[in-house]
C-alpha cells in the first residue's frame, strides 16, 4: 500500500471517529426510571407539580406521565440526577394508610389500573360531613391496600340520605366512595 493510500486511510477513519464521537455526544438523552423498573429515553421537557412532560427521542410528539409513577430523571446533558418520588410500598390491608387517594387524573398517567373499589359508610346519624367522609375514605384506602394498591384514583364521591336522595341531610346518611386502584 502505498504512503498515499496509507494517508487516506488515516484521514478516513479519524474523521469517522470524529462523527462518532460528536454524534454521540448530541445524542445524549434524558433517561426517566420508573419505579416498576421500566426506563423512558428522551427529552425532558418539564417537571410540573405533579407531571412531567417528554419527548421520546426521535419523535416531536410531547408525552407526560405522573410524578407518582417515577423514581428519578438522570438528565444526559449535564448528569444530574433528580429522585422524584420515593416508591409506596404497601403489603397488605394494614397498610391503608400509606394509600393516596387522587383526584386529578393527569396524576394516573404512568401507572397500572387494577381494578373499581368502594368505601362507604353504614346509615349514620346526625353524623357531620366529616366523619362520614373519613369513614369512607378510610374504607376506600382499605379495600386498595387489600390489593396492594398504594394509589385510588376517586371516580365518585356522594352522600345518600334515608330516602334514597342524593345530598346533605339531617338524618341516617350514607357516605359513599368509588375510586379506582392502581399500582406501579
Known amino acids: 500500500m502505498s504512503n498515499l493510500k496509507k494517508i487516506k486511510m488515516k484521514k478516513i477513519i479519524l474523521l469517522f471517529a470524529i462523527a462518532m464521537f460528536s ?12 419505579h416498576n423498573g421500566e426506563i423512558v429515553k428522551g427529552k425532558v421537557i418539564r417537571v410540573d407539580e405533579y ?3 417528554y419527548k421520546y427521542d426521535g419523535e416531536d410528539a410531547e408525552n407526560s406521565i405522573g410524578k407518582y409513577a417515577i423514581e428519578k430523571i438522570v438528565y444526559g446533558k449535564s448528569g444530574r440526577v433528580e429522585e422524584v418520588t420515593e416508591k409506596i410500598v404497601v ?17 394516573i398517567a404512568g401507572l397500572k389500573k387494577v381494578g373499581e373499589i368502594k368505601g362507604k359508610t353504614a346509615f349514620i346519624n346526625m353524623h357531620t360531613g366529616n366523619t362520614g367522609d373519613s369513614k369512607a375514605d378510610k374504607k376506600l384506602k382499605m379495600e386498595a391496600a387489600k390489593l396492594g394498591c398504594p394509589f385510588v384514583f376517586m371516580t365518585a364521591d356522594k352522600d345518600i340520605n334515608e330516602s334514597g336522595a342524593n345530598g346533605v341531610s339531617f338524618g341516617a346518611v350514607q357516605a359513599i366512595r368509588k ?6
Open 23 to 34: 454524534g454521540s455526544i448530541y445524542a445524549q438523552v434524558d433517561v426517566i426510571t420508573k
Open 51 to 53: 407531571v412531567v412532560v
Open 91 to 107: 403489603n397488605g390491608e394494614n397498610d391503608w394508610d400509606k394509600v393516596i387517594i387522587l383526584e386529578d387524573k393527569s396524576y
Open 179 to 184: 375510586g379506582i386502584a392502581y399500582k406501579y
